[in-house]
């Protein structure tokens, strides 16, 4: 090597553009009672599955914005008809490796599907989650609009990475 030359370095690995994640987990929602007790009918129709995807975009450091898309499920009190729930969500997340602190706001359709017909409600989603190699806790809050019922929410699940990270 001749003297003041530079060797050549490989290159960097670079970190992808986007990162997209998917998963689910089980979520419980404090409903009003609908009786001065709760028995184990109204119990069970607060729990919901859920399945969850995002698409992120990095913005710098640690910092990470995008977006999330969600559908809900679960059964009613009397188990006569089938409850869906489709939050759509902004979200901004900070990282810092396997720990992430991710916030969450944005829209909350839900929706009654009976033999008797449908009812449909609408509110806004505003919650956090926190996310530890991929095992998350999250605690949100509806704030319901029109027919929709407000409510908080709490749930445990996994994301797991599709693209990038």
């Given at each position: 090597?001749?003297?003041?030359?530079?060797?050549?370095?490989?290159?960097?690995a670079?970190?992808?553009?986007?990162s997209?994640e998917?998963?689910?987990g089980?979520?419980?929602?404090?409903?009003?009672?609908?009786?001065?007790?709760?028995?184990?009918?109204?119990?069970?129709?607060s729990?919901?599955?859920?399945?969850?995807?995002?698409?992120?975009?990095?913005?710098?450091?640690?910092?990470?914005?995008?977006?999330?898309?969600g559908?809900?499920?679960?059964?009613?009190?009397?188990?006569?008809?089938?409850?869906?729930?489709?939050?759509?969500?902004?979200?901004?997340a900070?990282?810092s490796?396997?720990?992430?602190?991710?916030?969450?706001?944005?829209?909350?359709?839900?929706?009654?599907?009976?033999a008797?017909?449908?009812s449909?409600?609408?509110g806004?989603?505003?919650?956090?989650?926190?996310?530890?190699?991929?095992i998350?806790?999250?605690?949100?809050?509806?704030?319901?609009?029109?027919?929709?019922?407000?409510?908080?929410?709490?749930?445990?699940?996994?994301?797991?990475?599709?693209?990038?990270k």
């Amino acid at each position: 090597m001749r003297s003041g030359a530079v060797a050549s370095q490989p290159p960097a690995a670079t970190k992808s553009a986007l990162s997209i994640e998917a998963g689910g987990g089980l979520y419980y929602e404090l409903l009003p009672l609908s009786g001065a007790t709760l028995d184990l009918s109204q119990a069970a129709s607060s729990l919901r599955g859920g399945l969850l995807g995002d698409l992120m975009f990095p913005l710098g450091g640690a910092w990470k914005l995008g977006g999330e898309l969600g559908l809900f499920f679960g059964l009613d009190a009397g188990f006569s008809s089938s409850l869906l729930e489709l939050p759509l969500n902004a979200k901004s997340a900070w990282s810092s490796g396997k720990l992430e602190l991710d916030a969450l706001v944005g829209l909350f359709g839900g929706a009654s599907l009976l033999a008797s017909g449908q009812s449909f409600g609408l509110g806004v989603d505003a919650g956090a989650r926190i996310k530890y190699l991929g095992i998350y806790a999250e605690a949100s809050y509806i704030l319901g609009l029109a027919s929709l019922q407000s409510f908080p929410r709490f749930g445990i699940g996994y994301l797991f990475p599709i693209v990038g990270k």
